[in-house]
């Protein structure tokens, strides 16, 4: 079916190559009254609607309309970091966090990451499933068309096989996609505890061939962080992923400075994550090597942590996008437009910068650039309306969902603020 949406007040095309870096980060390209002409799952075309009569005068006798007056086009959002499919939830924690207790304090005492592992080992791929779809509606309802989801809440061949086949069940059955991550290296199993040599080599030699052999998952991450794997850990275990053909990613630098940036550069990772605290070289080196830093204020927000330096990275000229890193204990949101509130406010970002983080630079973090994070010919008809006048507005009414109507393959999926 052809459609043509109509009046809207601006387009944001987000069009060009590649992911923006330093300056082209603000450029963003807006269409006032501008219009976008889809046919089937495609977009054809996106200009002013008489520009559009005249270039696709039959395509546009025949489209359907959705009308976006006063309100503005984008993208569909890409969440690029996110730990989707899991058990259980971590409120007790953050009661513990109010009062004083720290992240590794509550790490060490048996929660954190063990926490909500003992509660996906226990879950049944059912059950991991059906609050999958909770959480991809909600991610829907906010505008976000395509997710990255990791595992790492197995620790075991057998549960972070089981959180990998329930992301493939999601991506085909759900209107939202979802871009699979193994991350079996996200924390050392308590039996492991003094010998985390050899869960290094249970994951190189075991985990991450069957993960390859089974095409479940596109990139590899690992947890580079004092207590969890050491930098030398962490290169082993990305170079392993990658002679299978898994891209590496890498948590970097979260807590304390750790050569984690410096290494993602060193192996060629598509993105380094976190970074609250990456150093001046690393920042240097990832620029060099072209590593898209992944920022994810949200986190910080909620562990009342330093905000990632996005304003020096972007300066450094360090391709940046930010992300929600919903997960269960250091960032329980889904609201996408939220993070670019706290990036504009925390972290130095500009509200073009912010735009450009979550749509073309979050779809290049996760090889996704082709095909979404952008409104061009040729690409997915991925497009969210807001319900703002000026794409300005969505920073400054913050904390506020915006979303209206959501096509995702060019069919509407969100209507009038509702799941269609």
Request: aromatic share 6%; proline share 3%.
């Amino acid at each position: 079916m052809i459609k043509l949406i109509v009046h809207a007040n601006e387009v944001i095309t987000m069009a060009g190559k590649g992911p923006r870096v330093g300056a082209d980060m603000q450029k963003i390209g807006v269409i006032k009254n501008g219009a976008v002409l889809i046919d089937g799952q495609t977009i054809v075309a996106v200009d002013t609607l008489e520009q559009l009569k005249h270039s696709h005068p039959e395509l546009v006798k025949q489209a359907q309309h959705i009308d976006a007056s006063n309100q503005i086009v984008l993208p569909g959002f890409v969440d690029c970091h996110t730990h989707l499919v899991h058990g259980g939830t971590r409120e007790d924690e953050f009661h513990m966090r109010l009062n004083g207790s720290t992240y590794m304090d509550i790490m060490n005492a048996g929660g954190g990451i063990h926490a909500t592992t003992e509660r996906t080992q226990q879950a049944s791929f059912e059950e991991l499933y059906n609050k999958g779809v909770r959480h991809l509606n909600q991610f829907l309802l906010h505008g976000v068309t395509t997710v990255e989801a990791k595992s790492g809440y197995g620790l075991n061949w057998e549960t972070e096989g089981k959180q990998l086949l329930v992301s493939k069940k999601l991506h085909e059955t759900h209107a939202v996609d979802v871009v699979s991550t193994f991350m079996g290296a996200h924390a050392v199993p308590k039996q492991f505890k003094g010998n985390e040599d050899a869960f290094v080599d249970v994951l190189v030699e075991e985990m991450l061939p069957k993960v390859a052999a089974q095409q479940l998952a596109e990139f590899n991450d690992v947890f580079c962080e004092h207590g969890v794997f050491t930098p030398a850990q962490s290169r082993k275990i990305l170079e392993a992923g990658k002679k299978l053909g898994l891209v590496p990613k890498i948590h970097a630098d979260e807590i304390e400075p750790y050569e984690g940036a410096e290494l993602a550069a060193e192996v060629g990772a598509i993105s380094a994550e976190h970074l609250l605290v990456a150093s001046d070289q690393g920042i240097e080196d990832m620029a060099k090597a072209g590593t898209m830093a992944v920022l994810l204020p949200g986190t910080a927000f909620f562990l009342r942590a330093p905000f990632a330096r996005g304003r020096l990275m972007i300066d450094a000229g360090v391709p940046v996008a930010i992300s929600t890193d919903f997960n269960p204990g250091s960032s329980p949101t889904v609201n996408i437009q939220f993070i670019m509130n706290l990036a504009c406010m925390n972290m130095g970002m500009t509200m073009e910068e912010v735009l450009t983080a979550t749509t073309i630079n979050a779809a290049y973090a996760i090889n996704r650039g082709a095909t979404v994070g952008s409104i061009e010919a040729g690409k997915k008809a991925d497009i969210v309306i807001l319900n703002v006048e000026n794409y300005r507005q969505m920073q400054y009414f913050y904390g506020m969902n915006h979303t209206t109507t959501v096509l995702k393959n060019g069919e509407v999926v969100v209507r009038d603020g509702i799941l269609v």
